[in-house]
């Protein structure tokens, strides 16, 4: 299998399309760790992922906004299984204010996430990361095309390409290659709790909306050596929702 002795850590493990990619890296022979914010939830995840699987799982309960807790989960991950090759920067948060109505606070509480979160791993998989490793960022369509209410995380989405960017070039010297995936509507809590899609602000056709499983297929290839010449790349997986005018 592509991933055989390859180490995984999956940020926003716990569910949605970091349990689904997951899901499919130990299905092609790789050993994860699934990260999160509670361990009853990565426990519930892990357990998920059968007993067979869940031998080559682990989980780290970690708040990617804060350095120290990403240097911890690291540092287990490396006790654990001797080292480390792929990092899915998945963890994002999403809030919903009108400009106007945006705090200080409410623009760290999403960049600190979205894009810092995502940092905090790339300066990791720089440091103890074994040659011939991966990152894939997942942004969001956001970064491209947008809708009222989401400033701090359209931003920190767009920012993230730009850090893919910046990440592939540096990485190159290091055997990194580091690229990304930008998700549209995809059947997660995340969508469906949008209050803008609640409200009818943003319309969703059914037809339009990918499974995680979609998304986790995408992450494989440019996590493996199947994409051994892409790095700095920033792939759409939205069924084409933005091809649209």
């Known amino acids: 299998m592509q991933f055989d002795g390859k180490i995984a850590i999956v940020t926003g493990g716990a569910g949605g399309i970091g349990l689904a990619t997951a899901r499919r890296l130990l299905q092609d022979g790789a050993g994860v760790v699934l990260v999160g914010l509670h361990q009853e939830k990565l426990d519930a995840a ?26 911890a989960a690291v540092d287990a991950t490396i006790r654990q299984f001797g080292g480390w090759d792929i990092v899915v920067n998945n963890a994002g948060v999403m809030g919903f204010k009108p400009l106007e109505a945006l705090t200080l606070a409410d623009w760290r ?52 390409l730009s850090l893919t960017r910046s990440a592939s070039i540096e990485g190159k010297a290091k055997g990194i290659r580091v690229n990304a995936v930008l998700p549209g509507a995809v059947d997660t809590p995340m969508l ?6 609640k409200s009818g ?5 059914k037809k339009d909306v990918g499974r995680p499983e979609d998304l986790a297929a995408a992450i494989a290839f440019l996590a493996s050596a199947d994409a051994a010449f892409v790095t700095g790349a920033s792939v759409n997986v939205d069924g084409g929702r933005l091809a649209r005018l």
Not at 117 to 146: W, Y
Not at 192 to 197: E, G, L, S
Not at 201 to 205: A, F, G, L, R, T
């Open 192 to 197: 469906w709790d949008n209050p803008n899609v």
């Open 109 to 160: 509480a999403t960049l600190d996430v979205d894009l810092l979160g995502a940092f905090f791993f790339i300066k990791q998989a720089f440091l103890r990361m074994r040659r011939g490793g991966a990152v894939v960022n997942v942004s969001s369509v956001h970064a491209l095309e947008t809708e009222p209410l989401v400033a701090p995380y359209a931003a920190a989405k767009a920012a993230l």
């Open 46 to 71: 892990r357990a998920s992922l059968g007993g067979d699987a869940a031998a080559r799982v682990a989980t780290a309960v970690c708040d990617v906004s804060r350095e120290e807790q990403v240097v």
């Open 201 to 205: 602000v943003e319309v969703i056709d």
